[in-house]
């Protein structure tokens, strides 16, 4: 939302289809979209994950592995003689097991460990694996991962015994080592298995969040780009900050200076932070503004606003919300004041996932200015997030309705018409919402965002030619918009799975804003899909150092966790997805 990127780049970015199934999937989703295509094409339909297939315990015996047949020779016989004895021991606690005495079982377990021959691993393993399970069932972690680990140092591909310890490891909060054992079990089931998938989404969600809030908390504060910044302010029209100088506030011998250094006319910090803004000298506003409230000058309202805009664009969400409450309270500030707190500090929730103190804050920035059409555009881009999208199309027309030239309200009103339509899967509306995009970009042809968002709409439809077009026209008006480059790039590995033009539209993206955290995001999201965890693991960490929120961080550090585990099991069992 608005604290942390451009609120339309940011709905267009929560309400795009999913392309991958959990944060494990997000770092492999183009290698798994291709193999449902394959399994599609080879079976005439694609079975997708599986559901609820449970790993039933205790078992007969472990799946094969090479060179597991009995041995020939002298000593043939006595072996077998020793395994038909550990396999009666075993059989015997599978029957106290099936009857929930799990005791009786582990000592039987142990009775078929001890008589079963060294070199029989397989059996062996599965051996361990049954006591595990029963040890499993009387809660006793310590004992299921140690056994899981023996089963696995037998059979390191054993998919039951590496869920089974990842489940032990998650109880024990071990969270690095199950989500190495998980992801080795998604690689072994293809990404298939649900009970798996979800093991892994939650576990990555867990150390992201972790991570996250320890580097949040001591991050170093990061101006965004000059680019990032001027798209931020440009979707507020009803924003008295982000409004030129009044000629009142600029000295009489500059106001013929064009293209020089302007003078504010009063010795106020905040009208020198409004020149700063004028000249794209960002770094200096939060000290101007500072200046202007110890000295509890004239505008010490606007300087209040002013400073927590740009706290919350480089970040700093605790120190934004002190400014923005003091604005809305004071109840003799300009209106418009106090409504663009409200909708600055409802973003700001929203991103906290705080999705009820975000709407209370829309709601009371709609009581005290109800004709201010900012307040509408941005609650309706809430609505879309919360997947509310009538009341979110109810709030885009009020917006036009208040300001008619809107071309930003209109094409997004027409991309959560379009979400509803795809979701539904109502054909009918689709057409009609794709329609409604053709007359957005007619009636505004310089409107960037009306480009972006049928470019996303087109794509979904697998009008790949025509989404490039709609992507050329973005950065034939916003040259030096660095996400359109992306999105152009992600086009082309799903189009024509051109990975080289992919790349080179994504490196053009940073080389235009090297602050683009959705370009180092995207590139190490194609790294991992060609196998190059170390780079995709530099890339996911340059995009965590300039995430804006705690939230986005957090799902960057899953996204390189994904990649460092995939690194640790290619090392230890020797598993690789396959790659582009």
Not at 110 to 124: G, H, M, Y
Not at 214 to 220: C, H, V
Not at 260 to 282: C, D, H, I, R, W
Request: with cysteine; glycine share 6%; net charge neutral.
């Amino acid at each position: 939302m608005a604290a942390s990127k451009p609120v339309e780049a940011a709905v267009v970015a929560a309400a795009a289809p999913s392309s991958g199934n959990g944060v494990l999937l997000g770092a492999i989703y183009l290698w798994s979209r291709q193999q449902r295509r394959r399994e599609s094409r080879g079976r005439g339909d694609a079975s997708g994950l599986k559901r609820n297939s449970e790993r039933k315990t205790p078992e007969g015996r472990a799946s094969p592995a090479p060179g597991s047949g009995h041995p020939e020779g002298p000593g043939a016989h006595l072996d077998m003689n020793s395994l038909d004895r550990a396999q009666a021991a075993k059989n015997k606690g599978n029957k106290y097991f099936k009857a929930g005495k799990y005791e009786q079982a582990i000592q039987c377990y142990t009775e078929a460990i001890s008589l079963c021959p060294t070199e029989k691993n397989v059996d062996l393993s599965t051996f361990y694996q049954n006591r595990a399970a029963a040890f499993e069932q009387l809660q006793k972690w310590k004992e299921v991962a140690q056994d899981c680990t023996k089963a696995v140092e037998l059979n390191p591909k054993y998919v039951k015994a590496l869920f089974r310890r990842a489940k032990a490891h998650e109880k024990l909060d071990n969270k690095k080592e199950c989500l190495e054992d998980v992801t080795a079990v998604c690689i072994l089931e293809g990404f298939q298995n649900q009970q798996s998938m979800l093991l892994a989404d939650k576990v990555l969600k867990l150390l992201g969040k972790e991570k996250a809030k320890e580097k949040y908390k001591n991050r170093e504060p990061l101006m965004p780009s000059p680019q990032f910044i001027k798209s931020y302010f440009s979707s507020f029209t009803d924003d008295i900050i982000s409004q030129p100088m009044l000629k009142g506030e600029k000295s009489d011998e500059d106001k013929d200076k064009e293209g020089e250094a302007l003078e504010v006319k009063e010795n106020s910090g905040y009208l020198k932070a409004k020149q700063y803004m004028e000249e794209e000298n960002y770094d200096k506003i939060i000290s101007e503004c500072s200046k202007e409230i110890d000295a509890e000058g004239k505008y010490m309202a606007e300087a209040l606003l002013l400073r927590a805009t740009f706290y919350l664009l480089i970040g700093n969400a605790n120190a934004a919300k002190p400014d923005l409450d003091k604005v809305i309270s004071l109840k003799e500030a300009n209106v418009k004041l106090r409504a663009n707190a409200l909708i600055k500090r409802g973003s700001m929730y929203m991103q906290q996932q705080q999705p009820l103190l975000s709407t209370q804050d829309f709601n009371m920035a709609a009581d005290i200015d109800p004709q201010n059409a900012d307040v509408y555009h941005h609650r309706g881009q809430l609505k879309i997030l919360l997947d509310q999208v009538e009341e979110a199309v109810a709030d885009f027309d009020e917006c036009i309705r208040l300001r008619p030239e809107s071309a930003l309200a209109q094409a997004q009103k027409c991309f959560a018409l379009y979400r509803q339509a795809y979701t539904g899967n109502n054909s009918s509306q689709i057409q009609a919402a794709m329609k409604g995009f053709e007359e957005v970009i007619k009636k505004f042809p310089r409107c960037a965002e009306g480009y972006a968002l049928y470019a996303q709409a087109l794509t979904d439809q697998q009008q790949f030619g025509k989404a490039d077009e709609m992507y050329d026209k973005c950065i034939d008006l916003e040259p030096d918009n660095a996400t359109t480059y992306v999105h152009k790039g992600l086009l082309q590995l799903q189009w024509k799975q051109d990975l080289d033009r992919g790349l080179e539209l994504i490196s053009k993206a940073i080389e235009i804003d090297n602050k683009c955290d959705f370009a180092y995001e995207t590139m190490g999201t194609i790294e991992v899909q060609r196998g190059n965890m170390e780079k995709a693991i530099d890339m996911f960490n340059k995009a965590i150092n300039l995430a804006k929120s705690e939230m986005e961080m957090a799902h960057l550090y899953s996204l390189c966790d994904a990649a460092h585990a995939q690194t640790e099991v290619a090392k230890k069992y020797g598993l690789k997805p396959p790659t582009l």
